[in-house]
């Protein structure tokens, strides 16, 4: 199939959950044109199958906000007719599918049918998506979409109870290319992040307010009480100068490693002993699946998807939302035990294979077969 892929290029989940995907998909045979702003952060390797073509928003002194829907529609219709691209697969509902719907009632108008899937991420429903000022608009992309996915059953249930949709709503959850993860724990080079005796906690995010990142320090702060320890945090976002004022508040700068943004994740997490999550709302959480991928035990919240990923007293724990004692309580109970913390890795590992690409791919596959069949009768 010629599959057009929609997405955020940045660092977020959905942009990285649309690159694996395409990259897997071009592996299976597909030809697969990303069509975006910028390329794709984990979008190394253009080759015979895979092609980045760039969405530019020329300026102009009249428009205080730059109509990048409009670009991006008049780029999906171009790219459509020149490479007959026969499906398109659009990330993150504001605005891929209100600019992919506009596309195709373009095309229409040429005779060309281009059906629209459209995958559903989080914070397009339950953060962004429901605001008045968007609704309207969001409804209808999604319920103008010719099959529509979310990436956890919590995020099926959040977008039925939060919209008015008239579709049928797939779950495909995200997935993982565990042999990424696969580095058996020998050549971590932990050695050149913290000494022996000490425990590594990570987290990963944009570090937006949707994340608690200040959590995440007051968590770090009673674990570093009980025990020599260090935090790395990678990616970089509005919290980070908030984050680093309070650690230094708490005297526990020097403990802190801020990475920024990193590709090279997999090497964060391989030499990490815990990973905390404690979002305000997470649909899924991709960045808790890639930590249990590399054996790293998750002390989350039990938010939206994240209970659909990480198992409470088996790959990790969970805690209500904001609740710091309980998520510190069980952090040290984790770190503080050898043997529980070699258990825990280890079923982190095991969980993080029921989302292997392999598996979750072809659910892809198959969605676009189903609905390029429906859209060919109607
Ligand atoms: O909001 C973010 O954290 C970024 C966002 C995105 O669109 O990149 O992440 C959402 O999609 C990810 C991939 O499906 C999920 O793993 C995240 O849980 C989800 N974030 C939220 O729901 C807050």
Same mark, same amino acid.
């Given at each position: 199939?010629?599959i057009?892929i929609v997405c955020y290029p940045t660092f977020g989940g959905s942009g990285v959950v649309a690159t694996e995907l395409g990259l897997e998909l071009s592996k299976r045979?597909h030809?697969i044109h990303f069509?975006t702003?910028?390329q794709p952060v984990r979008l190394e390797l253009l080759s015979?199958n895979v092609?980045y073509?760039?969405?530019?928003?020329?300026? &102009?002194?009249? #428009?205080? &906000?730059?109509?990048?829907?409009?670009?991006?529609?008049?780029?999906?219709?171009?790219?459509?007719?020149?490479?007959?691209?026969?499906?398109?697969h659009v990330h993150y509902?504001?605005?891929?599918?209100?600019?992919? &719907?506009?596309?195709?009632?373009?095309?229409?108008?040429?005779?060309?049918?281009?059906?629209? =899937?459209?995958t559903?991420h989080?914070?397009?429903?339950?953060?962004?998506?429901?605001?008045? #000022?968007?609704?309207?608009?969001?409804?209808? +992309?999604?319920?103008?979409?010719?099959?529509?996915t979310?990436v +956890?059953?919590?995020?099926?249930?959040?977008?039925?109870?939060?919209?008015?949709?008239?579709?049928?709503?797939?779950?495909v959850p995200n997935f993982i290319d565990l042999d990424k993860y696969n580095?058996?724990?020998?050549?971590?080079?932990?050695?050149?992040?913290?000494?022996?005796?000490?425990?590594?906690?990570?987290?990963i995010?944009?570090?937006?307010?949707?994340?608690? =990142?200040?959590?995440?320090?007051?968590? #770090?702060?009673?674990?570093?009480?009980?025990?020599?320890?260090?935090?790395?945090?990678?990616?970089?976002?509005?919290?980070?100068?908030?984050?680093?004022?309070?650690?230094?508040?708490?005297?526990?700068?020097?403990? =802190?490693?801020?990475?920024?943004?990193?590709n090279e994740i997999d090497?964060?997490l391989?030499?990490?002993?815990?990973?905390?999550?404690?979002?305000?709302?997470?649909?899924f959480g991709l960045a808790a699946l890639e930590?249990m991928a590399s054996?790293?035990? %998750?002390?989350?919240?039990?938010?939206?998807?994240?209970?659909? =990923?990480?198992?409470?007293? %088996? +790959?990790?724990?969970? +805690?209500?939302?904001?609740?710091?004692?309980?998520?510190?309580?069980?952090?040290?109970?984790?770190?503080?035990?050898?043997?529980?913390?070699?258990?825990?890795?280890?079923?982190?590992?095991?969980?993080s294979?029921?989302f292997d690409l392999h598996n979750i791919v072809p659910k892809y596959e198959?969605?676009?077969?189903?609905?390029?069949?429906?859209?060919?009768?109607?």
């Open positions: 199939m010629k057009g045979g030809e069509i702003y910028n015979n092609h073509h760039e969405v530019n928003v020329p300026e &102009y002194p009249l #428009f205080h &906000y730059q109509p990048y829907e409009l670009a991006l529609s008049s780029k999906l219709v171009d790219m459509v007719k020149l490479h007959k691209i026969e499906i398109l509902a504001i605005p891929h599918a209100y600019a992919a &719907y506009m596309a195709k009632k373009m095309l229409q108008e040429e005779g060309i049918y281009v059906p629209i =899937v459209t559903l989080g914070t397009d429903i339950t953060l962004v998506g429901s605001h008045p #000022f968007y609704k309207p608009a969001v409804t209808f +992309s999604i319920n103008k979409s010719d099959a529509v979310t +956890s059953q919590s995020l099926k249930d959040d977008t039925m109870r939060l919209f008015d949709i008239k579709n049928n709503i797939s779950v580095h058996g724990f020998t050549d971590c080079q932990r050695g050149m992040m913290a000494n022996d005796d000490e425990k590594i906690i990570t987290h995010s944009n570090l937006r307010p949707v994340k608690r =990142v200040q959590d995440v320090i007051e968590v #770090f702060y009673n674990i570093q009480k009980e025990m020599p320890a260090k935090l790395m945090l990678v990616g970089e976002g509005p919290e980070r100068e908030k984050v680093e004022n309070h650690c230094q508040r708490l005297g526990i700068l020097e403990k =802190v490693i801020f990475f920024g943004r990193s090497k964060i391989c030499f990490s002993d815990l990973f905390l999550l404690p979002s305000q709302t997470e649909s930590a054996g790293v035990p %998750v002390i989350s919240s039990n938010t939206g998807g994240i209970p659909e =990923v990480n198992i409470h007293g %088996v +790959s990790g724990y969970l +805690s209500n939302v904001g609740d710091i004692e309980d998520m510190s309580k069980n952090a040290i109970h984790i770190l503080s035990n050898p043997e529980l913390l070699v258990e825990f890795k280890n079923n982190a590992r095991k969980e294979l029921n198959a969605i676009y077969e189903d609905t390029m069949a429906k859209c060919m009768v109607l």
